[in-house]
Each structure stands twice: as C-alpha cells, then as structure tokens.
C-alpha cells in the first residue's frame, strides 16, 4: 500500500480559491490511479476527481467540472487539487486516495486513504 497525506485546507469564501495537496510514500506512486473524495457532514463519501499515472486521462465529478483541477507531479509523488470558484456546497472533509485499477472512480477500488483536510466554505 501508499501512505497518504493531504494538506492544504482551511476556511475561505465563497468564490475563493485553495489548493490541496497529497504526499504519498511507500509503494511507487506512479502506478497508482490517484483520486480525491469528499464527505460532508452527514453525508457519505463522493467522488470528486481522479487521475492516472501518466496524466493522460483525469476525471471529475459533475458538480466540480470547470471548477476544479486534479493533477500530479511523479518526480514530487504528489497530486494536487486546485479549487476555484468555491461555493458552500463545496464544504467538507477532502480525502486523498490511491487505486490500482486502470482508470476507476469507483471508491470500492480505492484501498489506500489519507487522513482527510478539512475545507469550509463560508457564504
């Protein structure tokens, strides 16, 4: 498995901008299908975005497309969120996640978790 570790949180207002990043080590970063979650306060945990290891192919959930970025630095074993145009809504504890399936966002198929940012969002 990869460890994980997301930072980059915190409060901002509505429209503002952050940007989380998630440090791995153990296992070669570069294999893995990196992806980022969400759980708002009584909610389950939802997709928001997921890249393969090259870069090649990303994918993001509907509520955050044209707002928000995924991408990965191998050399860095980092990837990175970068949220624009936030909005309430978007408040939420912000997971970081490996898979080793090609092209998931499945999050049955994530098997490595970091400990999660908190993101607050306020009107």
């Known amino acids: 498995q990869v460890q994980l570790v997301e930072s980059g949180g915190g409060l901002v207002q509505a429209g503002g901008s952050l940007r989380l990043s998630c440090a791995a080590s153990?296992?070669?970063?570069?294999?893995?299908?990196m992806g980022w979650f969400r759980q708002a306060p009584g909610k389950g945990r939802e997709f928001v975005a997921a890249i393969n290891w090259s870069g090649s192919w990303a994918a993001n959930a509907d509520s955050v497309k044209g707002r928000f970025t995924i991408s990965r630095d191998n050399a860095k074993n980092t990837v990175y969120l970068q949220m624009n145009s936030l909005k309430p809504e978007d408040t939420a504890v912000y997971y970081c996640a490996a898979s080793s399936t090609a092209r998931t966002i499945k999050i049955g198929d994530f098997s490595s978790w970091g400990q999660g940012t908190q993101v607050t969002v306020s009107s």
């Open positions: 153990g296992r070669t970063f570069s294999n893995y299908v």
